[in-house]
C-alpha cells in the first residue's frame, strides 16, 4: 500500500465542476461556485453542466469525455461532481485512470452516494478521494459540514467525537478507511471496482431503501467476505428508510447489529456523513484513527 501525506489545495489552485450522473445547470451552481473563490480557490465547469440528456448530465460519451478531460488536466486539482443519483456507472469501464494514479494526493475526486462507485473504483486501486456533499446541496448543509469541507479541501487534520451509546469496549485503532452508499457498494460486488475491505475500517450510509433491502444488502457483503476481516465497521446516516404495511420486524440499526453479532470488531453508529444535514467530509484510502472510550468515541484523520 502507497502511503502518502496530503498536502490540500492551495491558494490559486483549480476545482472543476462537472456531472457524471444527473444533470446539473450553472445557476444552480453559483453559490457553490462562490464559497470556493472565497477560499481563494479557481473554479470551471466541465462541458456537462448545462447537457441534459434524459435525467443525465450529457449522454454517456459527453460524460466520459468530460471526466476524462478533468482527470488528465494538470491544471486541475479537484473533481467536484455536482450531483448523484445514477449514472456513474455507466461510465466507469470507459475512464482511464492512469494520468489521475500519478497525480493522486494532489488531485482529489470530491462526492458521495452515487460517485461511491468512483471513490471503490479508486480505493481497489490504492488511491484516495474524498466522501463530502455536493455542490447542488450547498443551501441544505450545516456550518460544521462546510468547516469539515473546507478542512478536507486543504489538507488540515479534523477530529470528531460522538456518544458511544452501544458500549463498545475501549480501545485504540488505526487502519485505511474504505467505502460509501450501501446500495452502491452492493450493486459493485464481483466487479473490479469492489473495494478491497480486510483489514479496514468499512464506511457505510444509504438513503431511502427498504428496510428489508438493507438487509439483503449486508447479507450480500456477509456472504461474499467482505465483513469478515473489518478492523471495525463504521455506519453514518441511514436516513428516510421505508418500509411495507406490514412491517419488516426491524430498522436499519437493529438489522446491522444482527447480522455482525458474531464478529468481534466495533460496530459504531452514528457517524455524522451520508445524506444528511451534518455530511463531514471523509478521505476514504487514508488512514483513520479511532480512539473509543467509556463515554465517548474520537475520530481523527
Known sequence: MREYTYTGLKSNDHVRILCTARSAVQADLKPAHELLESWGLRVSYGKTIGAINHQFGGTTSLRITDFQDALNDEDIDAIWIARGGYGTVQIIDDVDFSAFAKA????????????????????????????????????????????????????????????????IEPQELKARVVGGNLSILYSLLGSKSFTN??????????????????????YGLKRAGH????????????????????????????IIKDITASYHYPVIFNFPAGHIKDNRSLKLGTDMHVSIKKNHITFTY
Not at 108 to 125: A, E, F, N, R, W
Not at 208 to 217: F, G, T
Request: aromatic share 8%.
Open 104 to 167: 493522486n494526493f494532489k488531485k482529489l475526486i470530491i462526492g458521495y452516494s452515487d460517485v461511491t462507485i468512483l471513490h471503490s473504483h479508486l480505493q481497489k486501486m490504492d488511491l484516495t478521494s474524498l466522501h463530502s456533499f455536493m455542490p447542488l446541496e450547498l443551501k441544505d448543509k450545516s456550518q460544521s459540514c462546510i468547516d469539515s469541507f473546507k478542512k478536507a479541501l486543504t489538507g488540515h487534520s479534523q477530529s470528531i467525537s460522538i456518544t458511544n451509546d452501544n458500549n
Open 197 to 218: 475491505t480486510d483489514g479496514c475500517f468499512l464506511f457505510i450510509e444509504d438513503i431511502d431503501e427498504y428496510v428489508y433491502h438493507i438487509e439483503r444488502m449486508m
Open 227 to 254: 465483513l469478515d476481516k473489518l478492523k471495525g465497521l463504521i455506519v453514518g446516516g441511514m436516513t428516510d428508510m421505508r418500509d411495507h404495511k406490514i412491517p419488516f420486524g426491524k430498522n436499519a440499526v437493529e
